[in-house]
């Protein structure tokens, strides 16, 4: 399936860094709901470079939906986002050097050359543009069932984050930040240590932390489609994602059972956890508590210092420096695709599980 | 698709703890693989529980291929293994509190009552002996074109093991190993924590590190069948893993763009890295250098220590106290298991890119 | 992939002629559906060769539940039927000249001569018992939601069966003959001329025609997945069917609109057609009529005359005159196959469509 | 996966008749392969309408190229054709009657009234000219590994076209002509009889029959993907295919085995078979003769004469009379649609069998 995720409701990408444009096809959404073109807009804004922490190259992110509107909702067709692609300058790129950390050799021997490389082509985060304005109406239609993500930067630089206290106001505040974290100080810290590392020609990563609420209990399969796999199979598609975990996650790892399982409770009539450890997926099925997962985000590998390489043909080590416009951290940028493929993902899981119709839009709404 | 995993190479799983028998379906694996009964058997016997560190329940895993294999090799066409349930005390399990940590609530929401309880049914770790001797037939196919996995217990109940230095040599010391690390020593030390875990009526966790070496270069997609999409994917689906992280994972998101990035060199007129921070895939494609991963597993949810929790029906809060044989730690015996589920994906990864032929075996051989 | 058909509710088949046994895995059937095995018994011998008109192989296709079942009913994880081959007679088999119409010769090439040659291995015929034991759950499943199924042999040997006038009653009657046909006469006719065929060592084709009533409108999906196109892919893969039609079929093809289109009436309150010239589905979405289809048997290939053949080396032509046991006709054999996998299709369709819930069984039932 | 084809070469369709545009994205699809633009237009040109026996609707289908051609050949990453709607006038529609043979009730069902209902909207034959262009790129693909494919209109109106009796020469032919005909003056007389049928308010059906040369044998597999599937899988989603037949289809249904079996032979030193009753396919793999298969294509359901039909609200009989601009047949136009059709289920049967790059281009050409 390549470039498309998902089986009832599918995403496909397509589209290069430098070609005429990037979009996607959004597949089986439910009928009816209402496409907020302001959403889409609002979450463009949050992927969009921005100031000194980020590449000077600047696109509108102007877009257009191709099919699959009509009168301001989904029709259940198919529904394509295209981006064009404005700020290119494809005389920044050349087939020079491979760039460590991307995927130039690797496209190199899978495509025997052919791929268009400039600006990394279709392994570039531009696509990720057009996963997000889909992700948009994906957002758009759990919000409908009372379903929200929300996404922080939990570290970056080695910089912590606060923990989420309070989800239902925070998710929202962080789902206005372009660089969405709980403690604004800690965030403050962060984008300096950005800004020292842009200076030394360096780049810096970082982890989000992901929390979705009002996900209804009994979604994802035993062996193989847990809910946990789907997720992490389309999380792992994320440029520069290098690790993926639920709940305590990593750290389960150093507990103890009694202190990892979740006790169960009764509130109000209905079976609940205590804790969360489990990051509300017991045996890959969703439990009705917040699911909870962080990503790993690896540090840009575009940076300004000098770099030991090969040149495209293999033939040569050579030192490679690069030119062109590059962001010195890319995971307070990752944070709205992240919550975009995370709200997919469950779009697919819930109409798998209830039905095509589930989603659907009421025609009074 | 559920219980299945795979597009071009699959495999199925079906069975449930306490019924007649648990089974893996393989299908689409090359024809012409010789079918080492030896090998499945040793593999099965490294899941198997052991001496005072596992449950008391004692399988043969006697096991019978009904189909696929023909004069030694495989046919080509679905391969089917069947190990019967031997030992099942069905009088230990009754529908009794929800077990914290365990699927019991999530099947009871999804199943709606219909699920077989018994032991954790269609949830137990027993079916991972189906996924086990499926993986046998692929880590024997992966051999035959010199691509071999190994996998080492990195740290268990807070104790860390060594890292790879030389690969080559380690990873077949590994597979022999009932407790596969790379010091004997931290071994043992870890053994003496998973006992004391017992003692205490509780268990451990821990985490799995897995190295690929022979895997070729250019194998996996963009956007959204990455390498390590289809790898985590899978890996989701093993009991107790919750976190997966490639090349230095989590660790990766604390580095700088120079510290993680991996240099390329010439190597005999190769392109290789010098490093391997990013675990042999770059833009989700293989790289030519030794894939590298890591799992955490949490410690086994079944403990003998009470328990807070709820009846079945979610009527009263209640405290539980667990009967029956259960595992301290199960990660030394869940390595074999990430081991077939990596071999599984890798076949399937192949088999997609270079045909269904390439893993074919040869005639003479 | 491959022996598996379907995305919410899934099959998969495995097993060959003359090895220890065929089998299904029923996933992503809905939990609590009371599994007839009585239904099963009685769907197995209407597919079991009979009487002077079949091949003397006598199966008792004894089957036996792995998994999947708890207490009587579908527990909702995947339901594995065994089918021990039991009067397997290897010596009337050996690698010889290639069976023209067999899949022989095809099998050699895909699999390079490791296939299980014995008796067509896994092409045999003998595999659609394991794929009518899952059927037989799938229509038991349909039956609790209103929704038949039944074939009758059309045409057999040049002579027509009649067409249906009273499905309601019709459909229960075709269920329970050995040999389906609308009119007995034509049924005894068309049994004269297939022992003729016998007599001449020849053997004889027919057509089936497929009725299912109850179907809910708005099933299916435009571009690629129509209802047409997933009955036709699966139906496509019962051996012998050469040929699939809907509703008037290749015969629509000769008439003109006005004859052609079905008229919409209102039939108490409810939108209907006037006619069913379109079988059915409309735009690859089911209408709410019956849903009508056709599928083209071929005769047997295996018959008893001298014919012109190949080595299976491809060395030397040779003449072939086959031993064995062959049935001079399929089509009335093939039906149940039929009506086993549209069921299973539609379990499918309706999964997708409404969910996994929708066809659960009922407690109380 | 609804509107997506294929698991390793896909395409997936989007668009509506009257929306901004109609499109594909062309998956997997192998790198270095010559896009030939004069060959997408002139493919498109034969979909087109034209003369009197089509809708007045003049689109000049101009196209874009939007991703994954560079410096004129494929890359190997999604390569998306965006095909504006220059010629809409939805004044011409407005959410009438319930146009009988048509989706517009199905679609209502579906999606509860959500769907772009002008001109058929996504079910629209509007969207087979992005089918049709991105067929054009694989038929370019297969060529290169000298497989072709033809169509013609095998019956039109009740007049049967000549049989194919020298393939090599008339199927080059058959790619050039608008009406593509083996008989020149049949298919005068069956335009003809489009003509008479326009005159009387009319419509007429016909017959495609499609032959592949040069397709290698074992392709193809077992339960349940078989060619016959994959090729009736897609092929059930050209509008107004009604049925698909292999070889001589329903016509073996009143053959002998002795007449239906195809003999082998050897012809210099190669296993072919003296005839092809079976078009080129045993056990649902290609034997490397010419694959044939014939689909039906029903009458026009948009026609001037007066019809009996329903309110959209499915609240009251109404007397229909379409006005807008319809084709009195639609069987020459499908041709091409057929082809392409073909040509990427082909592309995609072929990448699992042999990899992904067994299409890809030579630098040099």
């Given at each position: 399936m390549k470039n498309t995720f998902g089986s009832s409701v599918c995403v496909s990408l397509f589209g290069e860094s430098h070609g005429a444009a990037v979009g996607a096809v959004l597949d089986g959404m439910a009928p009816g709901i209402r496409v907020d073109e302001e959403l889409i807009r609002h979450q463009l804004s949050l992927r969009r470079p921005a100031g000194r922490i980020s590449t000077a190259r600047r696109e509108q992110d102007a877009f257009e939906i191709v099919s699959g509107v009509f009168?301001?909702?989904?029709?259940g067709t198919p529904l394509t986002i295209l981006i064009p692609n404005a700020d290119t300058r494809s005389g920044d790129y050349r087939r020079g050097s491979l760039r460590p950390g991307h995927a130039d050799y690797t496209a190199r021997v899978k495509y025997h050359g052919f791929e268009d490389y400039r600006g990394g082509g279709h392994f570039?985060?531009?696509?990720?543009?057009?996963?997000?304005?889909?992700?948009?109406?994906?957002i758009g239609a759990l919000r409908n069932r009372g379903i929200r993500v929300a996404t922080h930067v939990a570290r970056c630089a080695g910089i912590a984050d606060a923990s989420f206290t309070d989800p239902e106001m925070q998710m929202d505040q962080l789902n206005m930040m372009p660089f969405a974290v709980l403690d604004?100080?800690?965030?403050?810290?962060?984008?300096?240590?950005?800004?020292a590392a842009a200076e030394a020609g360096d780049s810096v990563?970082?982890?989000?932390?992901?929390?979705?609420?009002?996900m209804p209990a009994g979604v994802g399969e035993p062996w193989f489609d847990t809910l946990e796999s789907m997720l992490a199979h389309a999380l792992f598609a994320v440029p520069a994602v290098k690790g993926v975990e639920f709940g305590d996650g990593f750290a389960l790892a150093e507990k103890r059972g009694s202190e990892a399982n979740d006790p169960f409770i009764l509130q109000n009539g209905k079976t609940m956890t205590r804790t969360n450890h489990n990051g509300g997926i017991n045996g890959g099925i969703s439990n009705g508590m917040p699911i909870l997962f962080r990503c790993a985000v690896k540090p840009t590998p575009s940076i300004a210092l000098p770099q030991d390489s090969v040149n495209a043909e293999g033939t040569r080590e050579e030192k490679l420096t690069l030119a062109g416009r590059h962001d010195p951290a890319i995971v307070h940028r990752a944070r709205v695709v992240v919550d975009s493929t995370a709200a997919l993902v469950l779009c697919d899981a819930l109409a798998l599980r209830f039905g095509t119709d589930w989603l659907k839009g009421d025609p009074a709404v």
């Open positions: 009168e301001g909702r989904t029709t570039s985060g531009r696509i990720t543009a057009a996963l997000t304005a889909a992700g948009a109406v994906a604004e100080a800690k965030g403050a810290e962060m984008r300096t240590a950005i800004e990563g970082g982890v989000l932390e992901t929390m979705v609420t009002g």
